[in-house]
């Protein structure tokens, strides 16, 4: 009852946290140089009716007009900005949002020199070229222009000119190519002066997603600082928002954490009963069972951090890093426990022995650096991802070599891991069919069943994932419905450990039941007793001596 109110405490700690706004915040840091070879973009899944608020987002000049275009490189930001070159593959038109009585004609100022524009549009993805393998081409909504022989352009520069992609005359020189019969998003930009000191956030920076007019969906918000020749270089901070519906959590992950929630209760009360047996028939409890327990209350932690964390994330706006990280890490330590109770059990521990020996040792020696690796491996990987925006490429590409460095020792180590089982398991059965042991016989058989099954699934899985990435219309897409590739693992998971649980389910008489052997010559409920019987690791030389058997 203790153990149940600790596990059940941080729940109630979360039930009494205050409930706020909606949105999810994101941040953006980072240069946005004058150029014609790259825009800056953020993508989002936004459940409707929701908004998209960049009113936080504090544009700054950097330096005079005319010393853009010096850098030609394509400028990384993952969610919140990536750059997209002119050669970077093949990426509805409303009113003006951006003030002004529509006149987007160059003014000068009192010194001669031309005003440019950064334009920031937003605008949806539909479902059925966003679902496919190579989304959406972008010039097909209104963004860019392409010409017959491949030659894509996202901005109105005079290589685009000489090409015939601007469309616009004057006025779309120097500016993102937005094809108004195609456009059915929103536009807004901002107006550079030529020199002095500059510093300013857009004033109505609020995209309103109507669920009449917008559906829900992949969202694109683009950044564009296209003018070479007359702009300056900008450098961008702050924060902006996403927000859907239902809460701050993005659109898509909503359902992860209703799943991460349903998975919690499976896992309590597969604890609840487990515990309750071994209080029931605590005098008959055996080492196994003690660690089947560790490995049902370990797998409760995991999904009670992850649903609180995507739940925190929702009611807050920001994700909480101890609920983030303790998550990442109790999950290694899951994986790493259920490796070793595994093998155990297919040694025959409380079945055909009741210890294991030096063999013990090893397996706990393998479990632990499994679980080191393997939790480096994965706050690295979620370092990597959650701080980008702070990273630089150079430190992130850093991160993710030694991540792969750790993926191979832990692929290593998980191979070590399952040629054991198998092997174990082949011996464990081997030596109970010699020995006449149908009734121990046919719970290993049943383990087999287990195991080839969740393999079986595993595989098949696998295969679906690997065939569907390779579809033109993907069933599973990362942006809608992704976090389901990884929900089934878990539910395979918690399948393969309630299958477990049963077999070797608390009962009296456990700590002799790897002491009575069947006496089939005799009759089939017939049994006798015996501390001397050799388990099939203990004869070095692979013979079965039925005569160490004493009758009592």
């Not at 937005?178 to 920076?205: A, I, T």
């Not at 999950?331 to 040694?347: E, N, Q, Y």
Request: charge should be negative; aromatic fraction near 12%.
């Amino acid at each position: 009852m203790a153990t149940m109110l600790l596990l059940l405490l941080p729940l109630l700690l979360l039930l009494i946290l205050p409930i706020s706004t909606h949105a999810e915040h994101r941040r953006f840091d980072g240069p946005i140089n004058a150029a014609s070879n790259y825009i800056h973009y953020s993508e989002g899944y936004v459940v409707t009716p929701g908004y998209v608020d960049i009113s936080d987002l504090v544009f700054e000049a950097v330096g005079e007009a005319g010393n853009g275009g010096g850098e030609m490189m394509m400028e990384y930001y993952d969610d919140d900005g990536v750059g997209y070159d002119d050669d970077g593959g093949v990426m509805e038109y409303g009113d003006d949002d951006g003030g002004g009585d529509g006149d987007e004609r160059r003014r000068l100022d009192d010194n001669g020199g031309v005003e440019t524009y950064v334009d920031i549009v937003l605008f949806h993805e539909p479902s059925k070229c966003a679902n496919t393998r190579f989304g959406c081409d972008w010039t097909e909504l209104g963004i860019g222009a392409s010409d017959t022989t491949g030659n894509l352009r996202w901005c109105c520069s005079d290589d685009a000119s000489a090409l015939g992609l601007c469309t616009g005359g004057p006025s779309q020189e120097g500016r993102l190519i937005v094809d108004p019969s195609k456009f059915r998003g929103q536009h807004k930009f901002l107006l550079v002066p030529p020199q002095g000191e500059w510093r300013r956030n857009v004033q109505d920076g609020l995209f309103v997603l109507d669920n009449k007019e917008e559906p829900s969906g992949k969202y694109v918000m683009v950044v564009a600082n296209c003018n070479e020749s007359n702009g300056r270089d900008l450098t961008v901070s702050g924060e902006y928002t996403w927000s859907s519906v239902h809460g701050y959590l993005p659109g898509n992950l909503f359902g992860e954490m209703y799943f991460f929630m349903v998975l919690f209760v499976c896992y309590l009360v597969v604890f609840t009963v487990y515990g309750c047996k071994m209080n029931t028939y605590r005098e008959a409890i055996i080492p196994i069972q003690k660690w089947m327990l560790a490995t049902i209350g370990i797998g409760l932690l995991e999904v009670f951090f992850k649903a609180g964390d995507l739940w925190v994330w929702n009611v807050d706006g920001d994700r909480f890093w101890f609920s983030l990280y303790t998550g990442v890490v109790v999950g290694t330590l899951k994986r790493a426990i259920s490796r070793c109770l595994v093998v155990m059990l297919c040694l025959g521990w409380g079945v055909t022995c009741d210890t294991l020996g030096s063999k013990f040792k090893t397996i706990v020696m393998l479990g632990v650096i499994y679980a080191g690796l393997s939790a480096t491996r994965d706050v690295m990987t979620v370092l990597a991802i959650t701080e980008n925006e702070i990273l630089s490429v150079s430190e992130e590409t850093e991160i993710l070599d030694v991540v792969t460095i750790l993926t191979f020792c832990t692929s290593l180590l998980d191979v070590i891991f399952y040629l054991w089982i198998f092997r174990a398991l082949s011996q464990t059965m081997e030596y109970l069919e010699s020995m006449n042991q149908a009734i121990k016989l046919k719970r290993y058989l049943r383990l087999r069943l287990i195991l080839l099954i969740s393999v079986l699934f595993a595989f098949l899985w696998t295969m679906f994932g690997i065939v569907d990435s390779y579809n033109e219309q993907r069933m599973v897409t990362e942006e809608e419905n992704g976090w389901v590739l990884n929900a089934v693992w878990e539910v395979n998971y918690l399948m393969v450990l309630i299958g477990l649980s049963c077999l070797w389910a608390p009962e009296p008489g456990a700590k002799e039941y790897a002491y009575v052997m069947e006496l089939s010559a005799v009759g089939g409920d017939l049994e006798f007793d015996t501390n001397m019987v050799d388990s099939p690791d203990d004869n070095d030389e692979g013979e079965l001596d039925v005569n160490n058997g004493v009758h009592t």
